[in-house]
């Protein structure tokens, strides 16, 4: 194996591979942060350009465009408060905040060192553990993954800001968006209104543009403000220097999000947005300052960021190892592979040991191309902040047109995405949180579809609770949603106690 590696690295490390996942990281952070150009669409578009490329240098520069992408999605999140894809919801909530309180390029610098450690540690990964990790995801079954569902919703009272009441409130609202559509088991449509862009449901990009840039647009519009942030306030910022301690600010929060992000990734269906909310959770909770959370935390930046960047790595073990792909981004890419003649399965890491091993490492290289991109352009990228509203918002609304659009190429996506901004809006005048809306939209049918699915496996819905206390991973993750519920509760009775005592002082 070493050899492998070795050879591997020398391969990678030609001119054309490194040019390859240079030109595939650039591209893919432009393609993450334009709201609706989803890393999938990335890959879908330059396949073709590889064709008379070396197969490794071709393989290379998809890869890295599948890496860029998930960190470019943070661009427009932080600056803007438009997630360029879907696993940059999360990152919002307080890239945002800092944008506002003039520290975009603080953020962006956080954004981009999560997103390089959460990808390197996936990357060891997928090099050194991909057989047994491979394995392990063969033990999720539909029992398991409606567990993680329900553990993703429980997140909802964690993140609920103001009012858990309100947050439950959305959390209900955003599991009846995601009835809309095709029964998954009994295949009979629901709620679509005799359009048939319904039958497969809401459309995730459009609504959560919607819902997070629309209100946005509105604000920046009806605002006094000239731009989002004061000159003075960029500059200040931009006058500060990097240094080695921001590279290794929050190693626990690194590691603990990568792996979160490994193994969702190895999960087929849940993705990088399901990674980057339960990181979100998880580094609240363990968090030394958990109040600052949804206020502009960069530790919230190091933990979402982290753990989305991980899904890279983690979707590629099965694909690779197995010939299933983690997401429809590694199904692109597999695509990709059996067009270059290879054959994704338990024995490609022999009969094709010289291209697999330096495709991995091209992820590695494409990840330090990210950082040094991400780290050289944040100065640049928070410029942005400093457009005037109105041009900006023109700007914006243009972007969410065209990438509601670009998903499907379906007004009915513009139309959705015209919906959920007024929802959204309405939402954020009456103190409502979208967040709950969106876990509620994202996990709800896949909460359905894998209860329908244990139903069918088990005959009866109590053979399914059966096996949720029977199967250990399934126990597992029912002590992990208690926790996840108990735990916020226990923190915040412990720190009213604090509070109380130093008042009585």
Excluded at 172 to 197: N, S, W
Excluded at 225 to 231: A, D, G, L, T
Aim: aromatic fraction near 10%; charged fraction near 10%.
């Amino acid at each position: 194996m070493i050899d492998y590696i070795v050879n591997g690295i020398m391969t990678a490390f030609t001119f054309p591979n490194l040019l390859a996942a240079f030109l595939g990281t650039f591209a893919g952070i432009i393609f993450g942060a334009l709201p609706g150009f989803t890393p999938s669409m990335g890959i879908a578009v330059l396949i073709p350009f590889t064709y008379a490329m070396d197969t490794t240098s071709g393989l290379i520069l998809l890869a890295a465009v599948y890496c860029g992408a998930f960190y470019g999605g943070s661009i427009s999140a932080i600056l803007v408060n438009t997630p360029g894809t879907p696993a940059a919801a999360a990152t919002a909530i307080d890239g945002f905040k800092m944008t506002q309180q003039g520290r975009a390029k603080e953020a962006l610098h956080e954004a981009v060192i999560a997103s390089f450690w959460g990808g390197i540690i996936s990357c060891l990964a997928l090099l050194f553990l991909s057989p047994i990790i491979a394995q392990f995801s063969l033990k999720f079954g539909a029992a398991e993954k409606f567990m993680l569902a329900i553990f993703g919703l429980t997140i909802i009272a964690t993140l609920s800001t103001g009012s858990v009441l309100k947050g439950l409130m959305g959390g209900v609202f955003g599991l009846t968006l995601a009835l809309i559509g095709t029964d998954p088991i009994v295949g009979l449509p629901r709620f679509t209104f005799k359009i048939p862009e319904l039958l497969t449901g809401v459309s995730l990009v459009p609504a959560l543009i919607g819902l997070y840039s629309v209100p946005q647009i509105m604000t920046m519009v009806s605002s006094n403000k000239k731009s989002i942030v004061h000159r003075e306030q960029v500059k200040e910022v931009g006058n500060q220097k990097l240094s080695f301690k921001d590279l290794v600010r929050y190693p626990v929060a690194y590691i603990r999000s990568a792996l979160i992000g490994i193994v969702i990734g190895i999960i087929p269906g849940p993705g990088g947005n399901t990674a980057s909310w339960l990181a979100y959770n998880q580094g609240k909770i363990f968090s030394k300052k958990p109040e600052a959370f949804g206020t502009g935390s960069r530790e919230a930046i190091a933990n979402t960021e982290a753990a989305n960047n991980a899904v890279t790595g983690g979707s590629l073990i099965p694909m690779l190892t197995l010939g299933i792909p983690g997401n429809a981004i590694a199904a692109v890419l597999m695509g990709a592979l059996m067009i270059k003649g290879l054959a994704p399965g338990p024995t490609l890491f022999q009969t094709k040991a010289g291209i697999t091993y330096a495709f991995i490492i091209g992820i590695f290289i494409a990840n330090l191309f990210m950082l040094l991109i991400g780290l050289a352009g944040a100065k640049h990228f928070s410029v942005v902040a400093l457009v005037p509203s109105n041009i900006l918002a023109a700007c914006v609304a243009v972007l969410c047109v065209i990438g509601s659009y670009a998903v499907k190429q379906s007004f009915v996506d513009v139309i959705i995405m015209l919906i959920f901004g007024a929802l959204g809006y309405f939402l954020k005048y009456f103190s409502f949180d979208s967040t709950p809306v969106v876990l509620g939209l994202i996990l709800g049918s896949m909460a359905e579809q894998t209860l329908g699915q244990a139903k069918l496996i088990y005959k009866s819905y109590a053979g399914v609770g059966l096996a949720l206390v029977t199967r250990p991973i399934c126990i597992v993750l029912i002590l992990i949603c208690v926790a996840s519920v108990v735990v916020p509760f226990l923190q915040e009775k412990a720190r009213a106690r604090k509070n109380a005592a130093k008042q009585g002082e």
